[in-house]
């Protein structure tokens, strides 16, 4: 199972990290970093309207390579000067072909929080997306025990960083609501069998009350797709392949947000 295969290949590539950088040196490079309010990020998704995470991706497992010109910075700077209310930067090298630099390099030069997206399964990961400049993490529930889970969410937002808790189905999403999380996100990709269905965030979020802001992921390309999570009473939408594959970014987004 390729979650499985994520998770393997992660907690490998933070034993090499760590011989870099010690856990140590890592908490230090995170508490010189300025500490930012994770309530500013859920405000923001709580606000009217809908907003979109513009993610700058240049792979993933289910369509190969998305962007054989891989300009992020560009690619960032175009979101944050259009609209996008967050961008997620991937940081996961093996599949995604990510890098925390390209995060780091993003953070710095946008005006937008900062999104960490990646297989976070140790917290060595939230100090080091600290250390990088993001404004938020995703915590995956699928690859957490409700203990990792609790830990991970609570470390986040000592560190100043807000969590955007994903759930695929409604046992993920109990756990979810049970740990506390303030910002939710429903992947619409299966990460088990990489299936795509918009029905899926849709069918969750009226599990959820309205004052928990709700992301829906994945396999969102058009303006009738957004219209549909509007009506959904959606509060973000998380998009990166319909904008990774746009030439023209800002007109994508435009006309995905209808202004
Ligand atoms: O490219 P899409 O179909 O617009 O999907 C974006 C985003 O939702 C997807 O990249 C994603 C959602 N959850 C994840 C978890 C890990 C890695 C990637 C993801």
């Known amino acids: 199972m390729i979650l ?15 011989t870099i950088i010690s856990v140590d040196d890592m908490k230090a490079k995170a508490a010189a970093t300025p500490t930012k309010d994770p309530q500013a990020v859920y405000d923001r998704f709580n606000a009217p309207g809908i907003h979109l995470i513009g993610e700058v991706k240049k792979a993933s497992p289910s369509k190969g390579l998305i962007a054989k010109q891989f300009p992020y910075l560009e690619i960032a700077e175009d979101y944050d000067r259009h609209g996008v209310s967050a961008i997620s930067v991937l940081t996961e090298p093996d599949y995604f072909k990510g890098d925390i630099h390209y995060l780091q ?22 100090y080091q997306a600290k250390a990088a400049g993001a404004s938020i993490v995703l915590l995956i529930v699928a690859i957490l025990s409700d ?11 000592e560190l100043g960083l807000a969590a955007l808790v994903e759930a695929h189905d409604e046992q993920e999403l109990q756990r979810a609501v049970n740990v506390g999380a303030q910002l939710i996100g429903v992947n619409n990709r299966d990460l088990r069998t990489f299936d795509v269905s918009l029905n899926n965030s849709i069918k969750l979020r009226k599990l959820v009350p309205n004052k928990i802001a709700f992301v829906a992921e994945s ?24 904008l990774m594959t746009a030439p023209d970014k800002a007109e994508k987004i435009t006309q995905l947000l209808g202004v």
Do not use: C, S, W
């Open 4 to 18: 499985d295969d994520l998770v393997a290949a992660t907690k490998r590539r933070l034993q090499r990290e760590k």
């Open 105 to 126: 390099e993003i953070a710095a030069n946008v005006n937008v929080p900062v999104l960490r997206k990646d297989f976070v399964v140790d917290p060595y990961m939230l």
């Open 147 to 157: 203990q990792q889970l609790k830990d991970y969410f609570k470390l986040a937002h």
């Open 219 to 242: 396999g969102i390309h058009t303006r009738d797709d957004v219209k549909v999570m509007e009506a959904n009473h959606m509060n973000g939408i998380l998009i990166g392949e319909a």
